[in-house]
């Protein structure tokens, strides 16, 4: 099986869908002549042309409102918002229009429309536009939230992603992109949406995470299995459809859980999943379930400052011990 | 994180305990679960666990001094880590309501505190800290006799987790005979599964005591327990007007359903007379709910559920182990209950569970071959039960003198809560159970 990185990964599901599918377009701030913020459409402009790779004003709003209508309008539109933190100026469009209108004009319309995002903290780009509001968006139904953790499940989730029929925002992690691991080289490899993954069978704790966390987490978990702790690790890989069933599975047999998430703590994925797991498998709990989870501070620019407040290696451990 | 080791409450009525013995030392390695201190309460010497695994940092108890329920004791870290046992100890001292003062150990490293304890570090920085360790004053507070004689019993007991308490009911154990390992003495399920697990422990063959021949006359200080029965014999004669009701029990039938239940059962599955007693009490004290209660001031607090504590001689005294829902329990579950508590009595592990929460109490003396006697009640519990032995007696039956089996049964009730008319039907109906004895097995 081929290894590439995170972004290969992506660049090639794109590649591979533009070339499946004329109707697939993609739309966003330098995605064309340029190549892409992060070089994903390197070479896109030049193979599909002006007319299906679009470079946009620095207008988010304009970029997600303009993919809604054209995919109302038939085409299989993948928009591009640099960073997640940007989201915010589309954000009409995206929960109010994007997520809304299939239900609200009794099924007339579809919206087919992938929006690409970046998300995580972590590169001193100051607390603006180093945030993880990954939940925010999950909050609303209608929407799909894709967030992978390597490259193979970015490749299946994106593809799965542009020939579905629903809005999806599918969240990269800013600093992964380089990540590399085994992909199939399938052109019609399809992972689906609303299965989470069990990335590492264990019997003594049960780890529920999801992008950049679920790299974070198996470095504490390699850390614990010297020490005798077997840590399962399940990723969740999509927010919503949130898959819980093989939590609530690994649960049962460990009996207790810890929830790494990136952003901050409150309202957040951890406390969604926990009360979830409280809910479904009370009877089976044998310790507080805990969350690690961002310090609840806008995040520093000071690369120190910045990194004691995302959670490492380390918290994930500490977390894992208050439970065993 | 260091782990602070608190001293246990090891019954509802456990103020404080006295740390008898440190089994491990300062700078000493502990796994979770092995013995880390011995301590004394009212009632018993029991073991403590260590909570965690780790090295014992320091202790902030010292041999032979008496601490409240819930303060620090001793605490447990990594081998590398930094605490100021120093300011854990003087937070300790000033904590009277006798709760930990965690905060103090999480500041620990910023702060006075925490520059003050990197210089009692030792300067080579290589391992385990030195702490030093003053002998801590007790705030002016006797020792003994402090904090409540007697609180209210406690509703919930020891904390347990769900999947501790879904194992438990499923063993058919009662969770709070099971000893708590976890954080703040929380039952978990490794607890169940050790504690299902273990070997039950057999009673040991009781030594006749040698009396000592002497002219002398000795001073024999009292043990705590023998502290702590003066205190509550004497409070319950001097606060509770105890009024006394007695009758004479046909056993006949119920010691012929014991010998045909015994035929069917091991040596070790047996009933005893005493098995019939409680039974035969629990499920008449849910008709009278006054006998099954606690005087409150301006309240009768009638209890809900039917704990019957049964006084079980020990060395230097007595214990009360507690069989919890008597009146729900068969006469085989209530029989094996009891052979395990009174073996861990007997054997010096008494668990707290064994001994806490009785609602009312019965006390046979029957195999002393004592005809009659009347027992103190046991606050705050509103009477007791007295039995004597089952005789071999004449009686008249038809006319005629034929061979009866009797036993003389005497309730002391507190008249605050119930009068002498409601003890006595109380007590025919105790006797109605003995001596219609099939409907214990109802």
Redesign the interface.
């Known amino acids: 099986m081929p290894v590439m990185t995170i972004r290969e990964a992506v660049s090639q599901a794109l590649w591979e869908e533009m070339e499946r599918d004329p109707n697939v377009i993609i739309l966003g701030e330098e995605v064309g002549m340029w190549g892409g913020t992060y070089a994903v459409t390197k070479g896109f402009y030049d193979h599909f042309g002006a007319e299906r790779v679009r470079d946009t004003p620095i207008a988010e709003g304009v970029i997600v409102g303009a993919a809604v209508g054209a995919a109302m309008n038939g085409l299989k539109p993948v928009a591009e918002i640099m960073t997640i933190n940007f989201a915010f100026l589309a954000m009409d469009q995206i929960v109010n229009h994007a997520a809304k209108i299939h239900s609200m004009f009794g099924g007339q319309f579809e919206v087919p429309v992938v929006i690409r995002t970046t998300s995580g903290g972590g590169k001193q780009l100051g607390a603006t536009h180093s945030q993880t509001p990954d939940v925010i968006f999950a909050h609303f139904p209608g929407l799909k939230v894709v967030a992978p953790a390597t490259p193979a499940d970015a490749k299946g989730l994106l593809k799965s992603a542009i020939r579905g029929r629903d809005p999806v925002l599918f969240i990269e992690h800013s600093t992964m992109y380089q990540e590399r691991g085994e992909v199939p080289a399938d052109k019609d490899f399809l992972l689906p949406i609303g299965k989470s993954d069990v990335k590492r069978p264990g019997n003594d704790v049960t780890i529920v995470t999801y992008s950049k966390m679920v790299q974070i987490t198996m470095r504490a978990v390699k850390q614990l299995e010297a020490e005798g702790i077997d840590c399962e690790v399940i990723d969740l890989r999509s927010l919503r459809p949130l898959d819980l069933g093989p939590v609530y599975a690994s649960f049962k047999k460990t ?1 207790r859980a810890v929830i790494v998430e990136e952003g901050w703590r409150s309202y957040g994925v951890g406390a969604e999943v926990a009360a979830r797991i409280y809910e479904e498998c ?6 507080p379930i805990q969350r690690v989870a961002q310090k609840e501070v806008p995040l520093p620019y000071s690369a120190d400052l910045e990194k004691s407040a995302i959670p490492g290696p380390a918290d994930v451990i ?1 977390a894992v011990k208050a439970v065993v | 994180m260091p782990e602070l080791v608190p001293m246990p409450k090891l019954g509802f009525d456990m103020a404080e305990g006295t740390l008898v013995r440190k089994v491990k030392q300062d700078g000493e390695a502990v796994k979770k679960g092995e013995v880390l201190a011995e301590i004394e309460t009212d009632k018993a010497t029991v073991e403590v666990e260590a909570p965690a695994s780790g090295v014992v940092k320091g202790w902030v108890v010292d041999e032979g001094q008496a601490v409240p329920v819930g303060a620090l004791m001793a605490i447990i870290g990594a081998p590398d880590e930094q605490v100021d046992v120093a300011a854990l100890k003087a937070s300790a001292g000033h904590a009277q309501d006798g709760t930990m003062a965690k905060a103090a150990a999480e500041e620990v490293p910023q702060g006075a505190a925490g520059a003050a304890a990197s210089q009692a570090a030792p300067q080579s920085g290589a391992g385990p800290a030195q702490v030093e360790i003053r002998p801590q004053k007790q705030n002016g507070k006797p020792p003994a006799g402090a904090g409540p004689e007697i609180a209210p019993a406690a509703g919930g007991g020891a904390p347990a987790s769900p999947i501790a308490r879904k194992m438990a009911s499923e063993a058919g154990v009662d969770i709070q005979q099971i000893p708590g390992t976890g954080p703040g003495g929380r039952i978990t399920k490794k607890d169940v599964e050790q504690y299902l697990s273990r070997p039950q422990p057999a009673a040991p063959v009781a030594t006749p005591a040698v009396p000592t021949v002497s002219s002398q006359d000795q001073e024999v200080p009292l043990t705590r327990l023998r502290q702590l029965i003066a205190r509550r014999m004497t409070e319950s004669k001097q606060t509770v007007p105890q009024f006394y009701v007695n009758t004479e029990v046909d056993m006949a039938a119920a010691m012929e359903l014991r010998r045909q239940l015994n035929s069917f059962v091991p040596e070790e599955r047996k009933l005893s007379v005493n098995d019939l007693i409680i039974k035969a009490a629990a499920l008449a004290l849910r008709d009278f709910p006054n006998l099954n209660a606690s005087f409150g001031g301006d309240k009768v607090v009638h209890k809900g559920r039917v704990n019957i504590g049964n006084a079980v001689a020990i060395e230097g005294g007595l214990l009360t182990v507690v069989v919890k829902d008597a009146d729900q329990k068969s006469l085989g579950q209530i029989a094996a209950e009891m052979k395990a508590m009174v073996g861990r009595v007997r054997a010096g592990k008494v668990q707290g569970g064994d001994i806490e929460g009785s609602t009312f109490s019965v006390s046979n003396l029957g195999m002393y071959d004592v005809d009659h006697f009347i027992a103190i009640i046991n606050p705050p519990e509103a009477a007791i039960l007295a039995t004597g032995a089952v005789k071999q007696v004449p009686v008249i039956k038809d006319g005629a003198v034929v061979p009866g089996q009797r036993m003389l049964a005497t309730v002391s009730a507190d008249h605050r809560v119930t009068d002498g008319a409601e003890a006595a039907r109380f007590l025919q109906a105790v006797k109605q159970y003995l001596e219609e004895p099939m409907r214990l097995l109802l």
């Open positions: 009996n009370f009877d089976y709990l044998d310790a500490a």
